[in-house]
C-alpha cells in the first residue's frame, strides 16, 4: 500500500504543480504569468496578476507538498480548493476534458480527497517527522473547507461580464 501511495502523490503531485508552473511562468509550455493572468481574465475572474499568482503558488505549493507527502491534510485542503475553482470554470463544457470539461479537476479533487483519508503512506515526510496518522477530524475538515473555500473563492473573484457574453475579454480592466 506504501508504494502506491507513493507512487499516486508524486504523479498527482508533480502534475499538480506543474500545471501551476504553467500559470505563472513560460516554462512546461507555459504562456508566462502575462499568460495566466490572460487566461483567468478570460475565464471572468477580476484580480489580474494577483489571482493567476495565487492560483499557480497554491497549485505548486499543494503540489510538492502532496508528492513528497508533508502535511498532507493541509495540502490536500489547498490542492482541493484550487482545483474546485478549475471545476467550477469548465463545468460548462461537460464533464469530459475533449471538450474541455471538468474531468481534471475532479479527478485531482478526489485524489486529493483520499490522500487526506488514507494519508501519505510510510514512505513519506509525514511519517518521517512523526505526523502521521493525522486525526480523522483534521482530514475530513480538509476535505470540508478545500473545496467550500474554492467556491468561496469563484463567489467572490467571478464577475459576469455586463454585455451578456460568457468571458471577459483579455484586456479588461480590472
Known amino acids: 500500500m506504501d508504494t502506491g501511495l507513493l507512487v499516486l502523490r508524486l504523479v498527482a503531485g508533480l502534475l499538480l504543480a506543474g500545471h501551476g508552473v504553467q500559470k505563472v511562468s513560460f ?3 507555459g504562456n508566462g504569468l502575462a499568460g495566466g493572468t490572460a ?3 478570460h475565464d471572468g475572474f477580476r484580480g489580474g496578476r494577483l489571482t493567476a ?3 499557480g503558488g497554491s497549485q505548486i ?4 507538498f502532496l508528492a513528497s507527502g508533508l502535511l498532507t491534510p493541509l495540502a490536500a485542503m489547498a490542492a482541493m480548493g484550487v482545483m474546485t475553482v478549475a471545476g ?3 463545468w460548462h463544457n461537460g464533464l469530459w476534458v475533449q471538450n474541455d470539461g471538468y474531468e481534471y479537476p475532479l479527478v485531482l479533487v ?3 480527497a483520499v490522500l487526506a483519508l488514507t494519508g501519505p503512506g510510510r514512505w513519506s515526510a509525514d511519517a518521517l517527522i512523526g505526523l502521521t ?3 480523522l477530524w483534521i482530514c475530513l475538515t480538509a476535505m470540508v473547507i478545500g473545496p467550500a473555500g474554492g467556491l468561496l473563492t469563484r463567489a467572490v473573484l467571478y464577475r459576469r461580464p455586463a454585455d451578456g457574453a460568457t468571458t ?3 484586456g479588461a480592466v480590472d
Open 168 to 170: 471577459v475579454p483579455a
Open 110 to 112: 478526489v485524489v486529493a
Open 39 to 41: 487566461e483567468f481574465r
Open 61 to 64: 505549493g499543494a503540489g510538492l
Open 133 to 135: 496518522p493525522w486525526p
Open 53 to 55: 499568482l495565487a492560483a
Open 27 to 29: 516554462r512546461l509550455g
Open 88 to 90: 467550477t470554470v469548465k
